[in-house]
């Protein structure tokens, strides 16, 4: 079975300084899909950016890129120019490219920006 | 809009009381799903729905059953409800394949006492 983890439950950043949060997973599949989702204190799950394996270069999503190292099962998010509006909870999630299409998601990562 | 609706969103229930959480997707998507959230755990996928009739269990489905009759509709049904099911639920859709964006509901607090 597939697993996700995220090493940092708590993390706090300086408003407009760069910030990365890190993920790791484990899967014996060869083609896959990772997603970064935000949750704000409205409990909203937000899209924040996904990568498919396949995929050698590093997804980009205006402030937010992903530095995703295949090998090592690594898919850290990096945030540029923090933003008030960034304060949330983070979770990794891995998405199987088999049948059942099953979602694992991480225990999240809580960013603080701080003014 | 598009949007995945779940109702209620809050809920307090007693010890064996049935309940049924709805949610509806007006998108068309194929693929549906609950999240339960837990402190520290993240979402934990509970139950899938690849299509109307096709249902599969995820990886916490102990204490709940779905079922699919529409496309639209996947309600969450807890036969009969005890604490440690007292949590936050999200109800998801998507469109089938991988790198297709999951849209979530504004989520159900349930406490069971």
């Known amino acids: 079975a597939q697993t996700v983890t995220q090493s940092q439950p708590e993390m706090s950043v300086q408003e407009a300084e760069t910030v990365t949060l890190s993920c790791t997973y484990d899967t014996s599949e060869n083609n896959y899909y990772l997603f970064w989702y935000k949750q704000p204190p409205s409990r909203q799950m937000i899209l924040v950016i996904r990568?498919?394996?396949?995929?050698?270069q590093n997804a980009t999503e205006n402030r937010f890129s992903v530095n995703f190292q295949k090998a090592a099962k690594s898919f850290s998010l990096k945030i540029s120019d923090s933003q008030l509006g960034d304060t949330a909870m983070y979770f990794c999630?891995?998405?199987?490219?088999?049948?059942?299409?099953?979602?694992?998601f991480g225990p999240g990562t809580r960013l603080s920006v701080l003014p | 809009e598009a949007q995945v609706t779940q109702n209620p969103r809050y809920l307090i229930t007693v010890t064996g009381k049935k309940l049924t959480v709805t949610c509806s997707q007006n998108m068309n998507h194929e693929y549906m799903s609950w999240y339960r959230q837990d402190p520290g755990l993240g979402l934990r996928q509970i139950y899938y729905?690849?299509?109307?009739?096709?249902?599969d269990k995820g990886d916490v489905p102990e204490g709940y059953k779905v079922s699919r009759k529409e496309k639209r509709n996947f309600p969450l049904i807890l036969e009969s409800p005890s604490p440690n099911q007292t949590s936050l639920y999200f109800c998801?859709?998507?469109?089938?394949?991988?790198?297709?964006?999951?849209?979530f509901g504004p989520g159900t607090r349930l406490t069971v006492t």
């Open positions: 998801a859709s998507s469109l089938s394949g991988g790198l297709y964006e999951q849209y």
């Open positions: 729905s690849m299509n109307v009739e096709v249902t």
């Open positions: 990568q498919e394996a396949y995929k050698q």
């Open positions: 999630a891995f998405r199987g490219d088999n049948y059942g299409q099953n979602f694992v």
